[in-house]
């Protein structure tokens, strides 16, 4: 099955400054593979998310990018915010052969952003 | 609220009860799943519905667990003999059988004492 590792776990930026965060999947048959921001106690909201078909995509201060090659994706955020301060989850979408098409998930990273 | 719903958001149990819980999607999402996240992790996914039919169970989920989605609308996730370490948060996605993308409900929070 799909196995997906993120980095890092914890992650610490000055307000303004620019926060990355980096995946790998194992499945090259996995095409979709969404970023999902979960505050504290609330549910994953999905920011941005990338076909295997595209290279690149941006949504204002948020972009991300695949390497389909080396298979691993990054979350790039600019002009960082203390609302940004929450818990980022990258996934991949795989088919397990059920036709379910399941998300398989990160372990996530705690982002503080500090004023 | 079109969004998903999940009902209760907190249950606390004692160690070999039964508990149920009750997820109602997006109403003309057709395709439903169960995950569980713990502290500090990722959701795992449990299973999938597509209508009503479940497709698909992943090997997190033992014998102890049953979900259900009689008419292809709500689902429900039964947990029996409860132990500690069924003590996470239970969260419900819909998705439209076209797209890709899940959408969460807030989640059930079960602690089993």
């Known amino acids: 099955g799909e196995n997906v590792e993120q980095h890092p776990s914890t992650l610490s930026v000055q307000e303004g400054d620019s926060a990355v965060i980096k995946c790998t999947y194992s499945?090259?048959?996995?095409?979709?593979f969404p970023w999902y921001k979960q505050e504290l106690g609330k549910r994953p909201q999905l920011i941005i998310d990338?076909?295997?078909?595209?290279g690149e995509k941006k949504d204002q201060r948020i972009a991300v990018t695949l390497n389909k090659t080396a298979k691993h994706f990054s979350l790039h955020i600019t002009e960082t915010q203390p609302e940004d301060s929450a818990v980022y989850f990258c996934?991949?979408?795989?088919?397990?052969?059920?036709?379910?098409?399941?998300?398989?998930f990160g372990k996530g990273t705690k982002l503080s952003v500090i004023p | 609220d079109t969004g998903v719903s999940q009902d209760p958001r907190h249950k606390i149990t004692k160690r070999g009860q039964n508990v149920t819980f009750r997820c109602d999607p997006i109403?003309?999402?057709?395709?439903l799943y169960w995950y569980r996240q713990t502290l500090g992790q990722g959701p795992e996914f449990l299973t999938y519905?597509?209508?009503?039919?479940?497709?698909?169970k992943s090997r997190l989920l033992s014998d102890r667990f049953s979900a259900e989605r009689p008419k292809g609308s709500f689902s429900t996730l039964e947990i029996q003999r409860t132990e500690q370490g069924d003590s996470a948060m239970y969260l419900c996605?819909?998705?439209?059988?076209?797209?890709?993308?899940?959408?969460f409900g807030p989640g059930t929070r079960l602690t089993v004492l």
């Open positions: 996934a991949a979408i795989s088919n397990s052969g059920a036709g379910s098409y399941q998300l398989t």
């Open positions: 499945d090259s048959a996995s095409n979709y």
């Open positions: 990338i076909r295997s078909n595209v």
């Open positions: 109403s003309e999402h057709n395709r």
């Open positions: 519905f597509q209508n009503e039919a479940q497709l698909e």
């Open positions: 996605a819909s998705i439209l059988t076209s797209s890709d993308e899940q959408f």
